[in-house]
């Protein structure tokens, strides 16, 4: 059975070791699970998963695989509490409704099923009023069903019983592929540190330890200094302006967190794509203006240049001279951007736009393409993997 | 052995996903990564399993300059330089510079130990790879000395992770892994409970629904922990407000009163007036 399950967790993309498998088999032999489903899961997660941002996946094919076996292992006991009973008349029902939930398909639907099936077991199991007046709008309402996450199960201990663990999701904010948002701003941030940080190592200082030990009478005096600082510069290009404005804030909390981990930091503005002047303060974005030439002579060849856009406009913003919704520009964006990209050949841009999405927008493709296919998407694995680029 | 087991402490309140995970490395004798947000008790359990088992503990604290042979030990040899150079005796005997670190110790000691190693993540990149044969035989081998160091019963490792880098695979697989969630309002309903035993229904009630409206500020850059409500608990009764002062400023009036022991970030209190500000405008109108 398990190893099946094993396999199971492997082709779902995840990466247990078999050293793993027998360490999870040797826990269950010692009899700490107390055959509970429950604690198996539990176990199973500490012993095959190692990383938190996996737990979402681990569920779902957790669930996937054992669905309806916790039943089966239900009637092996013997002493069987009435309370027992009850909860598995309540997974008895939710099998079959698990039955049309799947043939409902999608797994948006089947969330969405699985918060009507708890809503009706509160009704079911409290009788009167006292659970639909606050379970029926405030808990799903305020935070059951939004991209916060589901909390399914919030409330009340027989709730928490009848549900199990791992169809709550609870660690579906954790999961890397998700769009960047204050909830995983901070792993996002670590990846950023990743990329500004080195090891710290000690290195001798000849020179002063030469110089010490000769004022030391001839007795060795050792000196160390630590390893110098890394000195990672960023040059950081917004889109301003409509459906970005959300995701550039986002983005310069970010970097600005970071801040401290970068020798320099630069922040420049430009409206769907750059041309002959960038700015840097949004609310006088007419008057004080820097050409790009300038930037591209301020900032030394050595800056790492991040454009955040959606990339999302009419071709012809980026190819054709005055193509720009703005103001007249002499020559293309593209141009501009190619002369961006001689200065500093380490670049990226990072899209908020689902990657999906990409090839049905010709501008992104352009984008794309001139960037020499150096986009990511702005989520923390892109993050990670645009990061990798600019070393 | 598994006789002994970890249930939680008067003073540390565990969720059963964690229990497991505590037992299962106790009983395999095998250590465990703990990872978590800030403040939810990391380093306390090891301190609390340590207790719980009645075991000595031994902490190792992790800097950015440690080095994994710190732990294990280290040999002294510029002092043996120096003392050659000033003729002491002492020189001839190389183990009079071996000094020993703290895995050494934990794994010499005549009872069985508990072994935290502090914010494994704040070292260098290819610290956990160094200490791989230590954690998984439990034993190494002191080179000056031709000695090997065998542990004489398997210590239970703690070891806890914020996160800030990732740890090598070969690593993470010999260990149990577990995330300490951010606790729900009935664990920390029970947290605050074995904290402040005779704190009065009301307060706890009133605080505990403040502070999840707190955290549930979008864009706080740093969202109090559970050690940050139980330290603004600890003020609220030192400094003997009532628990209607809290409701009137839960209802979004104010800040919180004391609101420095949750709030520890400038930028996060303006952003927490100025959407109390919004809110009562909005109110108003």
Same mark, same amino acid.
């Given at each position: 059975m398990l190893t099946?399950?094993?396999?199971?967790?492997?082709d779902?993309?995840?990466?247990?070791?078999?050293?793993?498998l027998l360490?999870?088999?040797?826990?269950m032999?010692?009899?700490?699970?107390?055959n509970?489903v429950?604690?198996?899961?539990? #176990?199973?997660?500490?012993?095959l998963v190692?990383d938190?941002?996996q737990? +979402? @996946?681990f =569920?779902? $094919?957790?669930?996937?695989?054992?669905?309806?076996?916790?039943d089966?292992?239900?009637d092996?006991a013997?002493?069987?509490?009435?309370?027992?009973?009850r909860?598995?008349?309540?997974?008895?029902l939710?099998?079959?409704?698990?039955?049309?939930?799947?043939?409902?398909?999608?797994?948006d639907?089947?969330?969405?099923?699985?918060r009507?099936r708890?809503?009706?077991?509160?009704e079911?199991?409290e009788?009167?009023?006292?659970?639909?007046?606050?379970?029926?709008?405030?808990?799903?309402?305020?935070?059951?069903?939004?991209p916060?996450?589901?909390?399914?199960?919030?409330?009340?201990?027989?709730?928490?019983?009848?549900?199990?663990?791992?169809?709550?999701?609870?660690?579906?904010?954790?999961?890397?592929?998700?769009?960047?948002g204050t909830r995983?701003i901070?792993?996002?941030?670590?990846? #950023?540190?990743?990329?500004?940080?080195?090891?710290a190592a000690?290195?001798? +200082? @000849?020179d =002063?330890? $030469?110089?010490?030990t000769?004022?030391?009478?001839?007795?060795?005096?050792?000196?160390?200094?630590?390893?110098r600082?890394n000195?990672?510069?960023?040059l950081?290009?917004?889109?301003?302006?409509?459906?970005?404005d959300?995701?550039?804030r986002?983005?310069e909390?970010?970097?600005?967190?970071?801040?401290?981990?970068?020798?320099h930091?630069?922040?420049y503005?430009?409206?769907?794509?750059?041309?002959?002047?960038?700015?840097?303060?949004?609310?006088?974005?007419h008057?004080?203006r820097?050409?790009?030439?300038?930037?591209?002579?301020?900032?030394g060849?050595d800056?790492?240049?991040?454009?955040?856009?959606?990339?999302?406009?009419?071709?012809?913003?980026?190819v054709?001279?005055?193509g720009?919704?703005?103001?007249?520009n002499?020559?293309a964006?593209a141009?501009?951007?190619?002369?961006? #990209?001689?200065t500093?050949p380490?670049?990226?841009?990072?899209?908020?736009e689902?990657?999906?999405?990409?090839?049905?927008?010709?501008?992104?493709?352009?984008?794309?393409?001139?960037?020499?296919d150096?986009?990511?998407?702005?989520?923390?694995?892109?993050?990670?993997?645009g990061?990798?680029k600019?070393? | 052995?598994?006789?002994?087991?970890?249930?939680?402490?008067?003073?540390?309140?565990?969720?059963d996903?964690?229990m497991m995970?505590?037992?299962?490395?106790?009983t395999?004798?095998?250590?465990?990564?703990?990872?978590?947000e800030?403040g939810?008790g990391?380093?306390?359990?090891a301190?609390?399993?340590?207790?719980?088992?009645d075991?000595?503990l031994?902490?190792w604290?992790?800097?950015s300059?440690?080095?994994?042979?710190?732990?294990?030990?280290?040999?002294?040899?510029?002092a043996?330089?120096r003392?050659?150079?000033?003729?002491d005796?002492?020189?001839?005997?190389?183990a009079?510079?071996?000094?020993?670190g703290?895995?050494?110790?934990?794994?010499?000691?005549?009872v069985?130990?508990?072994?935290?190693?502090?914010e494994?993540?704040?070292?260098?990149?290819?610290?956990?790879?160094?200490?791989?044969r230590?954690?998984?035989?439990?034993?190494?081998?002191?080179?000056e000395?031709?000695?090997?160091?065998?542990?004489?019963?398997r210590?239970?490792?703690i070891?806890?992770?914020?996160?800030?880098?990732?740890l090598?695979?070969?690593?993470?697989?010999?260990?149990?892994f577990?995330?300490?969630?951010?606790?729900?309002?009935?664990?920390?309903?029970?947290?605050?409970d074995?904290?402040f035993p005779?704190l009065?229904?009301?307060?706890?009630k009133?605080?505990l629904?403040?502070?999840?409206?707190?955290?549930?500020?979008?864009?706080l850059?740093k969202?109090?922990s559970?050690?940050?409500?139980?330290?603004w608990?600890?003020?609220?009764?030192?400094?003997d407000?009532?628990?209607?002062a809290?409701?009137?400023?839960?209802?979004?009036?104010?800040?919180p009163?004391?609101?420095?022991a949750?709030l520890?970030?400038?930028?996060d209190?303006?952003?927490?007036?100025k959407?109390?500000?919004?809110?009562?405008?909005?109110?108003?109108q």
């Amino acid at each position: 059975m398990l190893t099946q399950f094993f396999f199971r967790l492997r082709d779902g993309g995840l990466k247990p070791s078999i050293t793993e498998l027998l360490t999870l088999l040797d826990v269950m032999k010692s009899g700490i699970a107390d055959n509970s489903v429950d604690n198996f899961y539990y #176990l199973a997660r500490a012993t095959l998963v190692k990383d938190e941002t996996q737990f +979402d @996946l681990f =569920d779902r $094919i957790f669930a996937a695989h054992f669905r309806g076996i916790d039943d089966a292992l239900n009637d092996l006991a013997t002493d069987v509490p009435e309370e027992w009973l009850r909860r598995q008349a309540e997974l008895m029902l939710s099998a079959e409704e698990r039955a049309q939930i799947e043939a409902m398909g999608g797994f948006d639907k089947l969330m969405e099923a699985l918060r009507e099936r708890l809503e009706e077991q509160d009704e079911r199991h409290e009788g009167g009023n006292k659970w639909i007046g606050t379970a029926g709008t405030s808990p799903f309402g305020a935070y059951g069903y939004n991209p916060e996450g589901v909390r399914i199960g919030q409330q009340g201990s027989r709730h928490r019983r009848a549900t199990k663990v791992w169809d709550r999701r609870e660690y579906r904010n954790l999961d890397s592929s998700v769009e960047l948002g204050t909830r995983n701003i901070k792993i996002a941030l670590r990846q #950023l540190r990743k990329f500004a940080r080195e090891g710290a190592a000690d290195l001798l +200082d @000849l020179d =002063d330890t $030469i110089d010490k030990t000769a004022r030391n009478a001839g007795f060795l005096d050792i000196r160390m200094v630590p390893e110098r600082h890394n000195a990672i510069k960023v040059l950081l290009c917004l889109d301003v302006g409509g459906s970005m404005d959300d995701h550039v804030r986002i983005c310069e909390e970010l970097f600005s967190a970071a801040s401290s981990e970068f020798k320099h930091l630069e922040y420049y503005y430009f409206h769907n794509f750059v041309y002959e002047s960038l700015w840097k303060d949004n609310s006088r974005r007419h008057n004080e203006r820097i050409s790009t030439t300038d930037l591209t002579h301020k900032y030394g060849a050595d800056y790492k240049l991040i454009f955040v856009g959606d990339a999302t406009m009419s071709p012809y913003e980026i190819v054709y001279p005055g193509g720009s919704v703005e103001h007249w520009n002499e020559e293309a964006g593209a141009v501009w951007i190619q002369r961006m #990209l001689n200065t500093y050949p380490k670049s990226i841009w990072l899209n908020p736009e689902p990657e999906s999405r990409w090839d049905y927008t010709p501008s992104i493709k352009m984008t794309r393409e001139l960037m020499g296919d150096r986009m990511y998407p702005l989520t923390v694995s892109g993050l990670a993997a645009g990061i990798k680029k600019l070393h | 052995m598994s006789a002994q087991k970890f249930t939680g402490t008067s003073s540390y309140i565990v969720t059963d996903d964690l229990m497991m995970a505590v037992n299962a490395a106790v009983t395999l004798q095998r250590p465990i990564l703990i990872k978590g947000e800030p403040g939810t008790g990391k380093t306390q359990l090891a301190i609390e399993v340590a207790r719980s088992l009645d075991r000595p503990l031994h902490e190792w604290h992790i800097k950015s300059t440690t080095k994994a042979q710190q732990g294990l030990y280290e040999y002294d040899a510029v002092a043996r330089l120096r003392d050659s150079q000033l003729g002491d005796p002492r020189v001839h005997d190389i183990a009079n510079y071996i000094i020993r670190g703290n895995v050494w110790d934990a794994f010499d000691c005549d009872v069985p130990t508990v072994l935290l190693i502090d914010e494994i993540d704040k070292a260098d990149i290819e610290f956990p790879n160094d200490l791989l044969r230590e954690l998984d035989r439990m034993e190494f081998f002191v080179y000056e000395t031709k000695q090997l160091i065998k542990a004489r019963h398997r210590p239970i490792i703690i070891i806890t992770s914020n996160n800030e880098k990732e740890l090598p695979d070969a690593f993470l697989r010999r260990c149990f892994f577990h995330y300490i969630k951010f606790p729900d309002k009935k664990t920390m309903q029970k947290i605050v409970d074995v904290h402040f035993p005779g704190l009065k229904k009301a307060l706890l009630k009133e605080s505990l629904e403040a502070f999840y409206k707190v955290r549930d500020v979008p864009g706080l850059k740093k969202k109090p922990s559970t050690s940050e409500l139980l330290d603004w608990i600890k003020l609220l009764l030192a400094e003997d407000i009532p628990p209607e002062a809290l409701r009137e400023n839960a209802s979004g009036k104010a800040l919180p009163p004391l609101y420095g022991a949750l709030l520890k970030n400038e930028q996060d209190v303006h952003l927490f007036e100025k959407l109390i500000f919004l809110d009562r405008r909005s109110r108003s109108q």
